[in-house]
């Protein structure tokens, strides 16, 4: 065993911040390396620099003992490194043999040799285990396999040194195990992995050794059996972690909002993409809807919103909102904090009072008949910056400027300021800093007890458990299960998400 | 502190402001003066001619006449601009209000303010129902708005020479123009010379400011204050920096591209009528050709904002008046076109080197809030 | 083959509508011919649009693009020759491309202000420097360029007359065609019109058709080209240099349209006017959208619109013919529809049939300035209805920037 990579006191600075100070890693081949730590703690630019995507300010890198210097991801993977992406890098209208080969097309006289390397990817997919269809569209592939074509364009282009980004992030269970396995064929074909990730049980269950990183430093280098769960948390916060927990009963007596088979039909073919989904929210009461991604969820939302068309019935207050527009159903008091606050909650380039208005250009304070109070909608942004930490110099800073976690405690202030009876909370605390998502489970807490309803949706079983009062599981557009939070542990809802409980 | 945060006037800020336009202003010099060079002119000599020639009062009411038309056509494109969609059709839209407004305004007589209410009307109808063809295109069947107006606009030319020549036209003995019936006195809109006289502009040769020039000032206003402070103009400017969370937010996005097309069709029909309105009294087949398209460079220079457009309507109106002089000094006064095509280049390239500068700015602004 | 289908049910349609109108032009030699040669100029364009949108790069620019090659054609071909010309139309295409590649790729500028901008400019560079030309004297007119001279034509041998070294062959094709049979004829006379009495240029243009093919889906330029308009994130974290990739794009795309320009100059005509161009840069594109991205499609397309513009030049008769062409297409949609079920759509479809039927009967001559909008109705129609089912390049449009920062 030698060691196949290292990086010795690698610092990197961007405008405005430092996201790695001294960040030191060794691995050696055949083994699984874990890389932890918080979002925003450095992993990603870390990881970066190892595969040639951005060049470290200071410090050294040294593959098989060498000490080298990638100036595009090109040199990289020269070396032997591979990065297999946490968000998939693939071309959906490309086959999986065009996007595997893309940057490494095999000649034969000026063209592409489509020959040889279907053979070559055939023959590798069979080696390892990771079966694939060469000549199918990406668009088309499931999320397991199109990891398993991010894998093999890592290994089509002779990789012993493979980084793995939160590969198990977007995987159910069945789909986690496979690809357990495929890592164990490949560290016993000598290769050196390195994992990513934020997921300690499964770091535990598949890594030999382990980097914390916080804040953008390497804070501890551990072997796995050495260390629990819980100590590696700790260690990567610095700190005693916030639990997400809700107390006592606060749910009310009135229903607020009530779904009777709901369903959105599929526009391709296959199946619904969200059947006869029935359930009744109490006032003061958090549901937690669990599933793996892509299972209606985000359909869910939207037919609630209004944002798509939906047979069945949803009832608002008891009465009936289903002809309402977006707009309207706004304006009765239902609020949204949205999955993806660049794309769908936000106005990047603008001011944080102008994304003041947005969701509630037809209210108070902002409004005054059909024209803005700018004045008042300014300082309703101050107050919500005081209440809600925002940590930013004013109303005028535009919110391209702000850091995930700001921008999220923003927006959930800015729905919270129109006190609504109904909260859709989907993926409220994804990518956000530790001290935001503390901050925002306290405002979500205190709401409850206010007497707000709230819909959470998350992919953070800890979460779900800690804040729902009650855990619906969402498998292929229907319900399939309703658990009692204070009985259910995160690996029986990992199980019911995938159907096997 | 951090002035690029907060603060709205500031040395720096300003400086951000001016950076661009300064930029691309010197950037239309350096070109011109090689064109000019080219003709083997001097430079120098070609701009104290131009500034001189148009620095006369005369030439100052002929620019700004020019710049009206312009002002209005600009704030047309620009509703659609903020909206994330493109109104090139601007052309067409203005050329057939122009049309329709002189041959069904000359049909009847109605009191003086009443009667230009109408032509104006009828003129905003028939722009804004052209431009509800490629909207409507756009919403139903997800046509792109760049190319349908575009063919809409070359529609327009073909329908509208038809129109003419057929149907629309007086037979005029002897001539070779073919034009609609003349206006009444009551539909044409007196020019300002009156006002200007009181404050001792003398009278010119060429005639006096149009008097649709207050139109054109109040529809800035009426512009500025409907995009900046109303909702629906919130919800125009939200469906253009981020549509998606525009439509979450609650805005009809179909209906709000099919209002903005709409509205800026209307607007678009307007700005062919300063001309016909101030002077010809008709429309014929002289009418001005090519302003749709100076003023999409008008509304690119100006940044799709009352007040810029204001600023580039003129500035492109005192090249175009200016560089006559040129002939004199034997340049091609056609050099005008390199000087605003250099200017509209330049300008959007600087404008977005100025936009992405200003960003790393803030972001290094902030992270010293926060850290420190 | 379904292409094989589609054009006989079009030419047997097209012969139908000859034999009741009496329009002969419709399916006439001197048509097709036309056809071919005004749907070159369209076909570059579209294969311009091609290049430049699989990059990731919207140009709306094509049109100034063929208007500067148009341009370049005339000025350089009537001083030295067709072929410079061509040659300098590539070029001085590419250079406008230029521009709008650096202002897009290199600054980020939103690439249909880029596309608008440099229209305008372009139009207002070829009209400032013919003024100076002829002011100088070389040239005829402020905005007409002096006579180049014409490139010789052949045809295919025996079939369509085609000589080769001094000995001219037999024209089988006309033979055929000028018997007036139903149907067989006028497969003949269209035949021959697409084969005879070709330009040499029309040739290579047609052939950058399937070249482009080749190009963009069997080498590994194409494929990283094809990347950086699909995935350019993915493209780069695998080491294609995705900037490399969407200048030549748009370049390759500049210089096919500036080619497309020089054409109309030097092949269509015999001489540079202002105003030659005249929106075929947009219907370029438009045909590159009827072919949803590929270049059979996109050939297709830039057939039909060449067909229409051939019409409309030489015959106004067979305008007014094709008004029962379109009841025919209007019937036909009409069926379909009511065979899925779309009932309204299907009656609407119907009435408009019956409505283009009576004006078919009501005019007798449609009127010189409406037939010459024929080729712009046919681009509104034909963009009306195939652009719900486009596939365009998912990341077309959107700015890049390298390290996937915005």
């Not at chain 1, 985000?298 to 609630?304: G, H, K, P, R, S």
């Not at chain 1, 319900?479 to 809802?493: F, G, H, M, V, Y």
């Not at chain 3, 901008?117 to 905005?143: D, E, H, M, Q």
């Amino acid at each position: 065993m030698s060691v196949a990579v290292e990086l010795r006191h690698i610092t990197k600075r961007f405008p405005g911040v430092v996201a790695n100070k001294d960040v030191s890693l060794k691995v050696e081949t055949g083994t699984v390396h874990a890389l932890v730590g918080e979002n925003g703690a450095g992993k990603s630019t870390v990881m970066k620099i190892l595969y040639g995507m951005q060049r470290p300010d200071s410090g050294e890198i040294l593959v098989n003992g060498q000490a080298v210097n990638f100036k595009t991801p090109n040199d990289a993977i020269d070396a032997g490194i591979g990065m297999v992406h946490q968000h998939f890098m693939l071309a959906d209208n490309f086959t999986v043999l065009e996007n595997i080969i893309l940057g490494s097309e095999p000649q034969h006289g000026g063209t592409i040799d489509f020959a040889s390397a279907r053979k070559k990817v055939v023959e590798m997919a069979q080696q390892y285990g990771l079966d694939i269809d060469p000549d199918v569209l990406v668009e088309e592939l499931g999320v397991g396999q199109r990891q398993r074509v991010e894998i093999l364009k890592v290994l089509f282009r002779g990789a012993r040194i493979l980084i793995f980004d939160e590969p198990t992030a977007v995987l159910v269970p069945q789909e986690v195990d496979d690809l357990f396995q495929a890592l164990e064929g490949l560290r016993a074909q000598g290769m050196a992995l390195i994992f990513i990730s934020h997921k300690l049980d499964e770091v535990l269950r598949v890594a030999d050794e382990v980097t914390v990183v916080r804040q953008g430093s390497t804070v501890a280098e551990v072997k796995s059996k050495d260390v629990t769960a819980r100590q590696l948390a700790e260690l990567m916060v610095g700190s005693e972690l916030p639990k997400p927990s809700t107390l006592g009963h606060t749910r009310r007596e009135e229903i607020t909002l009530s779904l009777k088979d709901v369903s959105v039909p599929t526009t391709t073919g296959s199946r619904d993409l969200l059947a006869n989904i029935s359930f009744d929210l109490h006032a003061g009461e958090v549901i937690g809807i669990a599933g793996v991604e892509g299972n209606g969820q985000a359909e869910l939302v939207e037919a609630i919103m209004g944002l798509r068309d939906y047979t069945g019935s949803i009832q608002f207050n008891g009465s009936g909102i289903d002809d309402l527009s977006v707009a309207d159903r706004h304006d009765l008091g239902i609020g949204l904090i949205p999955e993806d606050r660049q794309r769908q909650a936000l106005m990047m380039n603008s001011p944080l009072w102008e994304n003041r208005i947005l969701g509630h250009q037809r209210s108070k304070p902002v409004m005054r008949g059909f024209v803005i109070d700018k004045k008042a909608t300014v300082d309703s942004t101050r107050t919500i910056m005081e209440e809600f930490d925002v940590r930013a110099p004013g109303p005028d800073t535009l919110a391209a400027a702000l850091s995930g976690g700001n921008q999220q405690k923003f927006i959930v202030g800015r729905e919270m300021s129109k006190a609504p009876a109904l909260l859709v909370a989907s993926h409220p605390t994804r990518g956000v800093d530790v001290g935001a998502q503390g901050a925002i489970w306290d405002v979500l807490r205190k709401a409850r007890e206010k007497g707000m309803a709230i819909v959470l949706i998350s992919a953070d079983l800890e979460e779900l458990i800690g804040m729902s009062d009650r855990l619906l599981v969402m498998l292929r557009g229907s319900i399939t299960a309703e658990l009692d939070p204070a009985k259910t542990t995160p690996e029986q809802l990992g199980s019911a998400m995938t159907g096997a409980a | 502190m951090s002035n690029v945060l907060t603060r709205k006037l500031s040395p720096s800020k300003i400086g951000l402001a001016i950076a661009a336009p300064l930029a691309a202003a010197i950037f239309s010099i350096a070109i011109s003066s090689v064109a000019v060079i080219v003709s083997k002119k001097s430079p120098l000599e070609a701009f104290k001619t131009m500034w001189e020639y148009g620095t006369e009062v005369g030439s100052l009411m002929e620019i700004v006449n020019t710049a009206t038309p312009y002002y209005i056509a600009a704030i047309a494109i620009a509703v659609t601009f903020r909206a994330g969609l493109f109104n090139i059709g601007v052309e067409g839209q203005l050329r057939l209000g122009a049309l329709f407004s002189c041959y069904i305004g000359a049909m009847f007589v109605l009191p003086p303010v009443l009667h230009v209410a109408a032509v104006f009307i009828v003129a905003m109808t028939f722009g804004g129902l052209w431009a509800a063809i490629a909207a409507y295109l756009k919403v139903k069947r997800g046509v792109n708005e760049v190319i349908s107006t575009i063919m809409l606009n070359s529609l327009a030319g073909g329908l509208s020479a038809y129109l003419l020549s057929k149907h629309f036209a007086l037979i005029e003995e002897g001539s070779n123009n073919l034009q609609t019936k003349q206006l009444p006195a009551s539909a044409q809109i007196p020019d300002l010379m009156p006002l200007l006289r009181k404050i001792g502009v003398e009278d010119q040769p060429g005639g006096g400011v149009y008097g649709m020039f207050f139109v054109a000032v109040a529809l800035g206003f009426i512009f500025w204050f409907v995009v900046n402070r109303t909702r629906f103009g919130f919800e125009l400017r939200a469906s253009g920096l981020n549509p998606i969370a525009a439509r979450v937010s609650g805005v009809n996005s179909k209906k709000m591209t099919f209002i903005a097309l709409v509205i800026s069709g209307a607007i678009a029909g307007l700005s062919g009528l300063p001309e016909v309105l101030g002077q010809t009294h008709s429309y014929n087949l002289g009418f001005r050709a090519g302003i749709g398209f100076s003023a999409i460079a008008v509304a690119l220079l100006g940044r799709n904002s009352a007040g810029g457009m204001a600023v580039s309507a003129l500035l492109f109106g005192f090249l175009e008046v200016s560089s006559r002089s040129l002939e004199l000094i034997d340049i091609a006064p056609e050099t005008y076109v390199i000087m605003q095509g250099s200017i509209l280049l330049s300008s959007v390239v600087a404008y977005e080197v100025v936009r992405r500068f200003k960003l790393t700015l803030q972001s290094n602004e902030l992270a010293k809030v926060v850290q420190g | 083959m379904k292409l094989l289908r589609y054009a006989t049910m079009l030419v047997f349609v097209l012969a139908s509508i000859r034999i009741i109108t009496g329009a002969s032009d419709l399916t006439s030699t001197g048509t097709a011919s036309a056809a071919l040669l005004l749907s070159v100029p369209i076909v570059l364009a579209a294969l311009g649009g091609l290049f430049s949108e699989r990059a990731g790069v919207v140009n709306i620019g094509l049109e100034g693009m063929m208007i500067m090659g148009a341009w370049a054609g005339g000025y350089i071909g009537s001083q030295h020759g067709p072929w410079a010309g061509l040659l300098a139309a590539v070029i001085f295409g590419s250079l406008g491309a230029l521009v709008h590649a650096i202002a897009t790729v290199t600054f980020g500028v939103d690439h249909v202000v880029s596309g608008v901008a440099i229209n305008i400019i372009a139009a207002g560079l070829v009209r400032y420097l013919s003024t100076l030309l002829y002011k100088g004297g070389s040239w005829p007119g402020p905005s007409q360029s002096p006579g180049i001279e014409t490139i010789p034509l052949n045809g295919l041998p025996v079939l369509s007359g085609g000589h080769y070294f001094g000995w001219k062959s037999p024209d089988l094709l006309g033979s055929v065609a000028n018997l007036n049979w139903f149907f067989i004829s006028d497969f003949a006379s269209i035949l021959r019109g697409l084969t005879g009495d070709v330009s040499y240029v029309t040739i290579v243009a047609i052939s950058f058709v399937p070249l482009a093919y080749f190009i963009l889906w069997r080498t590994a330029f194409g494929l990283r080209l094809r990347s950086a308009g699909e995935a350019p994130t993915a493209a780069e974290s695998l080491g294609v240099n995705v900037y490399a990739m969407k200048y030549a794009g748009v370049l390759i795309s500049g210089g096919l349209a500036g080619l497309g320009g020089g054409f109309l100059a030097i092949v269509a005509a015999s001489n540079y006017q202002e105003n030659q161009v005249a929106g075929r840069g947009y219907i370029g594109l438009a045909a590159l959208l009827f072919g949803n991205y590929r270049p059979g499609g996109l050939l297709a397309g830039a057939g039909l619109f060449g067909f229409a513009d051939a019409l409309q030049l030489r015959d106004s008769a067979a305008i007014h013919a094709l008004l029962l062409f379109i009841v025919a297409i209007l019937l036909f949609v009409a069926f379909r529809k009511f065979k899925s079920g779309k009932q309204l759509s299907a009656v609407l479809s119907l009435a408009s049939a019956g409505f283009t039927l009576w004006f078919f009967f009501a005019v007798d001559e449609l009127p010189g300035q409406l037939v010459t909008m024929t080729p712009y109705i046919a681009t509104i129609l034909v963009m009306a209805l195939a652009s719900q089912r486009l596939r365009m390049p998912a990341a077309d449009g959107l700015p890049y920037r390298r390290g996937g920062l915005r």
